[in-house]
């Protein structure tokens, strides 16, 4: 049984295959219109996901006028 909800799944596998190429940056509000989601639905789980997932690597990597994350295959 997954740890992650149906929205958090979509998530997680949208970042696994956009950066199955190596690392890649987002923004909340990037992943979400890309998921039909809302920038505050991403953004409040990728926190959680960061901690979470095994298969990619999610780190807050910097903060101006919106949150931007790095991914990774882990």
Partial sequence: ????????????????????????????????????????QVGTRLPRLAEKADDVEIEKWGRSRSTTWRVEPA
């Fill in 1 to 40: 049984m997954s740890n992650f909800d149906d929205t958090e799944e979509r998530i997680l596998d949208y970042l696994r295959e956009s950066a199955r190429g190596g690392e890649r940056y987002f923004r909340s509000k990037n992943i979400a219109a890309a998921l039909e989601l809302s920038a505050k």
